[in-house]
């Protein structure tokens, strides 16, 4: 087995608000890992607060020596390699565990949800992503997302109202409301909460700072909204300490490290009765494709991450009527694009 | 796809004592699940003890259509299928689950364990069991174990410490030590784990009655010896409410179900931090090298059932100087024997 990679910078659509941060860009590193003459994709997209960078990436993957397998197949000790190069990274962690898990799919032929026994009509909606912005952003935004059957509304702003008024003015689709720890004090999450919860809003994410934990558990037992963890999670065991502060996780490739830490946090946390969301960074539709070949087996997912780019490397998983839409090829489904 | 049954008794090679009983054969009820020509091999093995029997086994399988799924890799709708028939039923539904692994292996010529991604190599040594007996008798018993590295030794009777003296007088092979329930109260149970505790012994057993919780946790606090749950975990939400009464725990294919709860519950008690041993019943070769399969990811293995029968139907998995050992044939690795 040998491993390649390159940088790659993600080129936004639309300038990315979130409550903390605004960027037009995001930097990945794109991996490669060749069997026999069979290669398999993955992709680390390392967003600035995920604290990995090329060169962290770089100096990572740098360590990888693949040649000392002979079987592609070992899965498990292969992951576990690159578990023990360092701790964290997993961002890069991610691209190397999706890029072994398409070149098993591959050279089985097989799509990996089959592999791992999903029907794949059984993948959920994904939701579409609204940034922080102006109202007349926002409901330009809103008509490019006509197609989608659920929005991701950013809030954490001072005109969070405002933002949803302005969608419900336009459209009742439900929404998805992630605050991204915003809301700093739990009374103000409740009240905000309480106004949200008759305008047809699916769940809260991580509307207090992870920190909060106390306020968190709080704020779950008073909710009349599910409350979705996404900064408090970050790997398997960051479920057991969270179960009774949230209904349920937003599990992310680039958080986890991968397909199989994030497949065993989806039976995990569906085993302690929370509920699970998949979703993923600004990505090309490599490790988007990757976190779909999930998405069967979770509750929610927002897989939008490949339509917020400008500079797509892949043709893979299809959004088609709101509805995340497998396709059969082997592995994570993609194939490269040929771009001029 | 198509599921063919039919009953099957295991005649034990000696009559098989534990604290509670004695028999000298087990019901199985054999499987087949046939997919285009390609059939799965699947076994319910029911002792006493688990509360099924052939007239449950055949009322189970006989509700089961499975003509309604075209494609067998659609497991998770499957297998969740088998379980919404009916509650309970464990080993009967392990029978049609290992039978579906065993054809998804053979349908993508991958053994099991390769498509988890498992190194065989990594397979544990089994311990061998030896039931309660007759100083005469378990010494025959031990001369024909001598190419085990590690003896399960039955304990809970009258004679425990002679058991113990007995084969410490012929060998120093580690030994678990297996209660099966049978040390009535907290304060018995301690002394006799610390008699045991400079006698080389592994671990010990379910040594008091699962009922006992309270008991179970303080004697897991005072233990030198690890205490593995065997009765008190049959599936995955009984390992979150002993996670504190027990050091590890025995999953078993019959009690859990089969192969895809089995799975899922060693990587959520190693999530716990817990120790995981993979047991088995009286089988044939059929459901032990099924459990076989999944040994990889296991701490320690208890699968000599097939050993223990005199009319095994099946080759399968070997065990070589004490070690599991795999065979690269596909799903769970078995073939069917020639018998006259």
Redesign the interface.
Known sequence: MQLFFYQYELQLKHQFTLSSSSRKSTPAVMTEITHEGVTGYGEASMPPYLNENYETAIKFLSKINLSQFKDP?????I?EYFDSIDKGNFAVKASVDIALHDL?GKL?A?PLY??????KF?APNTSFTIGIDTPDIIKQKIDEASSFKILKIKLGSENDKKIIETIREITDVPICVDVNQGWNNKDFALDMINWLSDKNILFVEQPLPKELMKESAWLKEKSPLPIIADEAVQT??DI?KIRDLYHGINIKLMKCGGL?TAR?MI??AK??GLKVMIGCMTETSCAVSAAAQLS??CHWADLDGNLLIKNDLFDGMKIIDGKITLNDLPGIGIEKKFIS
């Open positions: 197949f070992l899965t498990e000790d992951l098993i089985t097989l089959k592999m791992w026994g999903l029907n059984n398997s065991s057991l199989r065993e039976y995990l085993e302690l069967p087996l």
